[in-house]
T-cell receptor, first 114, second 113 residues
Framework: AQSVTQLDSQVPVFEEAPVELRCNYS??????LFWYVQYPNQGLQLLLK??????LVESINGFEAEFNKSQTSFHLRKPSVHISDTAEYFC????????????FGTGTQLKVEL | DVKVTQSSRYLVKRTGEKVFLECVQD?????MFWYRQDPGLGLRLIYF???????EKGDIPEGYSVSREKKERFSLILESASTNQTSMYLC????????????FGPGTRLTVL
C-alpha cells in the first residue's frame, strides 16, 4: 500500500538549534516528493520539492531535504531555526500513475522557543 | 502570484442543512482539489477535477459532492451536513499534467452544530 508517514507529531526546539523533521513513504512505484508549510491561520504553501535530478533540494529560507531512495525517506532539515519557523510542516507524495494527486502525511508541528 | 480564494473563513451551520463551499482560482489552472484537514490526520482528499464538468472521487468522498461549471470555480457541497463534517476545508489548484505544485487557499473552518 502507498502511504506517507511523519512519526513526530510535535517537535519543540530552541531558537538557533538544528532541527530535522522526518518523512518516510511506502511505494512500489516512483515518487515525487514535497514539503508544505502551514503558518498559523493560513493555508499551505510549498516549501520545497524533489522531482528529479539532485537528491538534495533547498528552500529560500534555509531548509533542505534529501531524497533517499534506499531508505524511502525525504527528511527536512534546517541547521539553525528561528522563531518565525514555528508552523506545521506536511510531507506529501505524488505516486507515479496516480495522476497528480498528493498524499499527505499527518503533519509535524514545529515549535521554536526562545 | 497565484491566488486561490475561498468564500468564507468561518462558517457555522446546523445539522441537515445543505452547505456550499466555493473556491476560485485566478491562474487558469486545469486542476482543482478539495481537502479536509483534521488534527492528527493531515489532509485528506475529498474530490478533484481535471477539467470543467469533470470530477473524480478522492479518498473520502462520502457525504460530499462537487461542481465545476467554470474553469476557475470549484464548489464543494455537503448535501445534508452532519456534526462529523466539522473540519477545516482547503481548496487547491495546479496547472496542467504531471507533478506540479498545488496552490492552496486560506481554508474554511466549518462548524456543524
Amino acid at each position: 500500500a502507498q502511504s506517507v508517514t511523519q512519526l513526530d507529531s510535535q517537535v519543540p526546539v530552541f531558537e538557533e538549534a538544528p532541527v530535522e523533521l522526518r518523512c518516510n513513504y511506502s511505494s512500489s512505484v516512483s515518487v515525487y516528493l514535497f514539503w508544505y508549510v502551514q503558518y498559523p491561520n493560513q493555508g499551505l504553501q510549498l516549501l520545497l520539492k524533489y522531482l528529479s535530478g539532485s537528491t538534495l533540494v533547498e528552500s529560500i529560507n534555509g531548509f533542505e531535504a534529501e531524497f533517499n531512495k534506499s531508505q524511502t525517506s525525504f527528511h527536512l532539515r534546517k541547521p539553525s531555526v528561528h522563531i518565525s519557523d514555528t508552523a506545521e510542516y506536511f510531507c506529501a507524495v505524488i505516486f507515479t500513475g496516480g495522476g497528480n494527486k498528493l498524499t499527505f502525511g499527518t503533519g509535524t508541528q514545529l515549535k521554536v522557543e526562545l | 502570484d497565484v491566488k486561490v480564494t475561498q468564500s468564507s473563513r468561518y462558517l457555522v451551520k446546523r445539522t441537515g442543512e445543505k452547505v456550499f463551499l466555493e473556491c476560485v482560482q485566478d491562474m487558469d489552472h486545469e486542476n482543482m482539489f478539495w481537502y479536509r484537514q483534521d488534527p492528527g490526520l493531515g489532509l485528506r482528499l475529498i474530490y478533484f477535477s481535471y477539467d470543467v464538468k469533470m470530477k473524480e472521487k478522492g479518498d473520502i468522498p462520502e457525504g460530499y459532492s462537487v461542481s465545476r461549471e467554470k474553469k476557475e470555480r470549484f464548489s464543494l457541497i455537503l448535501e445534508s451536513a452532519s456534526t462529523n463534517q466539522t473540519s477545516m476545508y482547503l481548496c487547491a489548484s495546479s496547472p496542467g499534467q504531471g507533478p506540479n505544485t498545488q496552490y492552496f487557499g486560506p481554508g474554511t473552518r466549518l462548524t456543524v452544530l
